[in-house]
């Protein structure tokens, strides 16, 4: 283990077990302060980010990438306010879940406590730095954050005024880590870390992930790459209103933020509305993203292109239809039923989020009980999964694992159970 990351499991490990002993009040006001230290420097924080920025830009990434790094005043407000609605939340400690009495009389008492020291490995994002730093400590848990290096600058500063703001607030800012080295070996290093870490959350792209479950030796929550669908049945599309308010779901679901995991990847559209409701959607997506189309889709489309400019169409390939773009790129699939368009979405989605339009109360149903996946829509844009969005102020990230947690995760992703026993003398016979 190298000495500096060594030292930093140490001090977390010491860190958590005092912060498991604060109050609400203790740990509101802490986080209170750092908030207030983030508005009072924004200009250090926009001045960090801008050169991480530029350094990415001059690498070569893409816009939609680089849109997941870019701060600004706004989201830096957006920051704020997502660790005040943290603050406003309940404590979730020490929480009696259920209580009881066994007939030798002992009282059984079902009990939330914090999991322990947290780790999350991610990318890109400065925001997560905050979000899962605030949601970590009114959860009573210290964190070690690793970010990549494209965003390195920007959490450097992040944590220093962090853990000033904790400091000053009175709280315990030994809590709150930065790795950062910027070294491979690093990660490895938190992955083998059982003495110390209880819990690892990767949380960015397929390679990362995938990294992270087949090394760790620390338990890991599973965040997931999202490959989301949108399918649109012929019920939801009977007058031009529906038609116009369709499209309008599609675009804000692939074109809003095209570099997140809850950007829709493919669209499934029923054979009966190809072509009263493709050549509309291709005219209005025209310029703003690329449609890679099957034979049947590609076909109605192109009998209408040569009205609608800037539109680039291409041939779907199988590997498209698995594939988490984070660009400006739909996939297009016909499917003649809804039960087909599930098949499809349980083949290939990566039970993140998928989405349903449809006036059809049979087929939402359908929808909704059979699709495997974290959250499922029901004529709405994929883009609402978010911890955000759901009212958790902030979010570690989307589960889209079976266990423990799924979904976007707020504070109770970080609590786990202790039962408290008390007798009166009780031996077992």
Known sequence: MADSLG????????????????????KDRALAAAAAEIDKNRKKILEANERDVE?????????????????????????????????????????????????????IEKVTVPIGVAAIIYESRPNVTV????????????????????????????????????NSGGGIADAVAL???????????????????????????????????ENARVPVIETGEGNCH?????????????????????LN???????????AETLLVHKDVLDVFLPKLAEKIAGKAELRCDAASKAVITAAKTSIPDLVLKDAVEE????????????????????????????????????????????ADNFRSRVDSACVYVNASTRFTDGGQFGFGAELGI??????????????????????????????T
Request: contains cysteine; charged residues 25%.
């Open 55 to 107: 350094k990415v830009r001059k690498s070569g990434m893409k816009e939609s990438l680089v849109d997941r790094l870019f701060l600004n005043d706004k989201r830096i407000s957006g920051i704020i306010e997502g660790v005040e609605v943290v603050i406003r939340q309940e404590d979730p400690i020490g929480k009696v879940q259920a209580g009881w009495t066994i007939s030798n009389g002992l009282k």
């Open 320 to 363: 498209d239809w698995g594939t988490e773009f984070l660009d400006n790129i739909l996939a297009v699939k016909t499917v003649n039923s809804c039960d087909e368009a599930i098949t499809h979405i349980n083949q290939y989605g990566t039970k993140h989020s998928e989405a349903i339009l449809t006036n059809d109360l049979k087929s």
């Open 253 to 263: 679901a692939k074109i809003q933020k095209p570099g997140v995991c809850n950007s």
């Open 131 to 166: 979000d899962c730093a605030a949601l970590a400590y009114k959860a009573g848990c210290s964190i070690l954050l690793r970010g990549s290096s494209s965003a390195l600058e920007s959490n450097k500063i992040l944590v220093n005024i962090i853990k000033t703001g904790l």
């Open 7 to 26: 030292s930093i499991f140490v001090s977390l490990k010491q860190a958590q077990v005092k912060l498991a002993a604060e109050n609400r009040a203790a």
């Open 230 to 250: 949108i399918y649109v049945e012929p019920s939801y599309l009977g007058t031009e209103t529906e038609i116009n308010n369709a499209i309008e779901i599609i």
């Open 399 to 428: 589960s889209t694992q079976k266990f423990h947690v799924r979904g976007p995760m707020g504070l109770d992703a970080l609590t786990t159970i202790k039962y408290l026993i008390t007798g009166n003398g009780q031996t077992r």
């Open 179 to 213: 790795a950062q080295s910027g070294n491979r070996d690093e990660v490895d290093e938190i992955l083998k870390a059982r003495d110390y870490i209880d819990v690892v959350l990767p949380r960015g792209g397929h390679d990362l992930i995938r990294r992270v479950v």
